[in-house]
């Protein structure tokens, strides 16, 4: 049977969008949008949630080659292609940030795949900042590489934070942009690259085996998932995508 409630939110978890993006789209409370996606309630999404999402995918079309466009422009003025980053406080609240960092990671995906060389920067940085910061190319803003690695992974502060044994706080310094001296140390870096590498083989043990549908984990009823069951959504997600590559198999999810 199809998991409608699944469905939505991998879709939601694809585009780097959250509950309370969709609530707001919708102009609904959250509270309900959870309900939607709770498998142990009745509440099912209604259409309209999916006609958003659907928007959404159509707007990250046009986000990515905006991106595209910016970064060719970037290399114009500055010699070095850039990507912006966004920070809530960087857009409107309407518009959803995770959208629009999805579009500039992809983005640089494909200058990637061309043997490009691309930077990430905070989107609040001006022109006279990247000017000044070039001598450092291609990792111009330490902090927006940074962040920018950890949101790709689906890493949040607090699980950072836990496992070097610092606070939340220390972590979003080293994120924040207005506070330059507070710089990410090597060993956070070494924490994400062990995390990407987890990730990398919960997602070959799921090719190797190619379920479909493809199990995924529901959030608690406070939106949370513990560290590996962030890992096994994330690597669902990139076998997916890998297995539906040819266009001729289509990949359902599943709450496990």
């Known amino acids: 049977m199809f998991d409608l409630k699944c469905s939505m939110q991998a879709q ?10 969709l609530a707001g789209g919708l102009g609904i409370r959250v509270s309900s949008v959870r309900k939607w996606l709770d498998p142990e309630l009745d509440c099912m999404p209604v259409k309209d949630a999916f006609d958003w999402i659907s928007d959404q995918i159509e707007k990250l079309g046009d986000l990515t080659l905006q991106c595209l466009n910016d970064a060719n422009d970037s290399y114009e003025k500055f010699g070095q292609h ?3 980053w966004y920070r809530d406080e960087d857009l409107p609240d309407t518009e959803p940030g995770g959208l629009y960092n999805l579009a500039s990671r992809l983005a640089a ?3 990637a795949a061309k043997g490009i060389e691309c930077s990430t920067v905070y989107a609040s940085r001006d022109g006279e900042w990247i000017e000044q910061n070039l001598d450092f190319s291609p990792d111009i803003d330490l902090k927006a590489a940074f962040a920018a690695q950890a949101d790709a992974l689906g890493v949040p502060t607090s699980e950072i934070a836990a496992a070097l044994g610092i606070t939340n706080r220390s972590v979003k310094d080293w994120k924040n942009p207005k506070r330059d001296t507070m710089l990410p140390v090597d060993e956070a870096w070494d924490f994400l690259d062990e995390y990407a590498e987890a990730l990398d083989i919960r997602t070959a043990e799921l090719l190797e085996i190619m379920p479909n549908p493809m199990p995924y984990h529901p959030m608690t009823r406070l939106g949370t998932l513990t560290k590996q069951q962030r890992i096994d959504n994330r690597a669902a997600q990139a076998a997916a995508r890998q297995i539906m590559g040819d266009g001729k198999v289509v990949v359902d999810f599943v709450y496990v």
Do not use: A, G, T
């Open 109 to 111: 995906d494909q200058l």
């Open 12 to 21: 939601l978890d694809n585009l780097w969008l959250k509950p309370e993006d």
């Open 82 to 84: 850039i990507v912006r």
